[in-house]
């Protein structure tokens, strides 16, 4: 797919925007990658959390409860 944004071009996108939530709307990586480096590389660019698949909802949720939404 041509141009295509990956999770972490969006996310430095969405962080760098003008608009006035971009520095509190909650960016949440859910990958198979889960090694430490992949962990540490969402967490640079932006992303306030990292969820590794297959994804267990009681970490999905426990993981949404933990982030401050929009500053909330």
């Known amino acids: ?10 996310t430095k996108a969405i962080c760098k925007s003008s608009h006035e939530q ?4 909650p960016i949440i ?9 992949d962990i540490h590389h969402s967490l640079t660019v932006g992303m306030n959390a990292h969820i590794s698949k297959s994804v ?16 909330g």
């Open 29 to 37: 990586a859910m990958t198979a990658n889960a090694f430490s480096d």
């Open 1 to 10: 797919m041509a141009g295509a944004w990956n999770g972490y071009e969006a």
């Open 22 to 25: 971009a520095k509190t709307i």
């Open 56 to 71: 267990e909802m009681k970490v999905l949720e426990k993981t949404i409860s933990s982030i401050k939404f929009w500053g």
